[in-house]
């Protein structure tokens, strides 16, 4: 294993965060450099505003800001208010639907109390401390003059280049529509790379593996501007112009599926979304090779402890994986609503009970009066994606109601169901809702 002078790179390296950098020892040798003299390094990672939430494949993007400040540096959290008015074609091969900009700023609103959970954030930028700053891309973009920005940056990016990234090919090789609207975002995202750093002193654009094309057009643009200033000026090069990028690894389950997606869709970081209760299942269920990998990037815990838990035996791997549980359920909910989630599972699965932080699902008491079918409940209550996914359920037998299994999709659930005024739905054994009346 590669060994690093900077306490950033090395933690990102023994946790298994790093995939690719421009220049490792370069910005080894920057960090190393600013940690001895406690200097905090502006580091950015840009997300988004597309949903109302960020979902756990957000995850490795948010601890990597994380660590960063855990180690001293200078966290700059980049709420996308301009490029999602865009579309990042990376990793896509379709168009994202557009959307208003009531949408997107809503979005951003709810998706900024989400960090506050994980990082230390300051209303105001002061370059000795290490507390994040948040900043909105549309601050700047929304103000271009379009003509004097063609002027002055597009001169600066070579086409050839722009299609040659993997996310313009490979929409270009399915003859998918790309649009130029999209085809500008990675020209967007390089600018603000050199927005940041202009106004920010920021040295690092950190990215999924699926941006290094995007990041590589910040590491050049940077590069040209500096290069240019520094002819137009008589002063010697400021060695410390220089700027970089990292990536990480996009995150598979040992299984090959894409993290943060199960069979009921996304699992988002928000509890308005999903439930602590469902966030702390889904941790708890990860598989078993996946142990020791989700540990090292989700959770603070030493490496010491990890070892431990990632090569528990027997039973000792269900133990493992309610630390798991417990841990990344407590960075993004707080430890009460890990804890209360790790109770509730224990009511549920271990004495047969029904726990307080069960999701819920309201119902109007006249639709049990009329009676609903079994596959509807199942769907409309979201046990189920559809109601075709809730009739498979049913038929194979991994659907219960008040902890009775039911095999018929068009069996009626009545108000005569109710138990203390509440229907506890199951789909296998580890998915369970609480149907109530309003």
């Known amino acids: 294993m590669t060994i690093y002078k900077s306490k950033f790179l090395q933690t990102l390296n023994i946790r298994g965060f790093i995939d690719n950098c421009t220049d490792f020892n370069g910005l080894d040798d920057l960090l190393s450099k600013n940690e001895e003299n406690k200097t905090p390094t502006p580091l950015y990672i840009g997300f988004d505003c597309t949903a109302a939430s960020l979902h756990v494949g957000s ?11 855990q180690c001293g540096h200078k966290p700059i959290i980049l709420m996308g208010g301009g490029t ?26 709810s998706i900024k109390n989400i960090f506050i959970n994980f990082i230390n954030i300051s209303e105001e930028f002061d370059p000795s401390s290490n507390d994040a700053i948040m900043v909105n891309n549309d601050d700047w973009l929304s103000g271009l003059n379009y003509i004097k920005f063609l002027r002055d940056f597009g001169v600066l990016f070579s086409v050839n280049k722009m299609l040659s990234r993997e996310s313009v090919k490979i929409r270009l090789e399915k003859e998918s529509h790309l649009s130029f609207l999209e085809f500008n975002y990675m020209i967007l995202q390089a600018y603000d790379f050199y927005e940041l750093n202009k106004n920010y002193g920021c040295k690092l654009q950190i990215g999924g593996s699926d941006q290094w094309g995007n990041i590589l057009g910040g590491i050049e643009l940077n590069r040209k501007i500096n290069s240019s200033n520094d002819s137009n000026e008589d002063s010697n090069k400021d060695l410390n112009k220089e700027t970089f990028g990292l ?14 997606k199960t069979a009921q869709g996304a699992v988002w970081l928000k509890e308005e979304m999903l439930s602590a209760y469902d966030y702390w299942q889904f941790w708890r269920n990860t598989e078993d090779a996946d142990i020791g990998r989700f540990l090292r990037f989700f959770t603070d815990l030493p490496e010491e402890e990890i070892s431990k838990l990632e090569n528990a035996e027997g039973s000792g791997i269900n133990d493992s994986k ?19 989630a790790h109770k509730t599972a224990k009511e549920v699965f271990e004495k047969g009970g029904v726990g307080d932080s069960l999701p819920e699902y309201v119902i109007n008491i006249e639709i049990l009066n009329d009676g609903i079918q079994a596959y509807k409940i199942f769907a409309e209550s979201g046990m189920e994606k559809s ?11 991994g659907a ?8 018929d999709p068009e069996a009626i659930i009545t108000a005569e169901n109710l138990d203390n005024n509440q229907i506890k739905l199951s789909a296998g054994k580890k998915r ?7």
């Open 59 to 69: 995850m490795i993007q948010i601890m990597a800001l994380r660590i960063a400040q």
């Open 400 to 407: 219960k109601i008040n902890d009775q299994k039911i095999s």
């Open 84 to 109: 999602t008015k865009i579309g990042d074609p990376s990793g896509k091969d379709e168009s994202r639907k557009m959307l208003t900009d009531d949408d997107i700023n809503s979005n951003m609103d």
């Open 387 to 397: 109601g075709g996914s809730a009739r498979r359920l049913i038929q194979g037998g």
């Open 432 to 438: 369970h809702l609480l149907v109530k009346i309003d």
């Open 247 to 260: 990536t990480t690894p996009l995150i598979t389950t040992a299984s090959g599926g894409k993290m943060g």
């Open 322 to 340: 309610v630390v798991l549980a417990n841990a990344t359920t407590a960075l993004c909910h707080g430890q009460a609503a890990a804890d209360q």
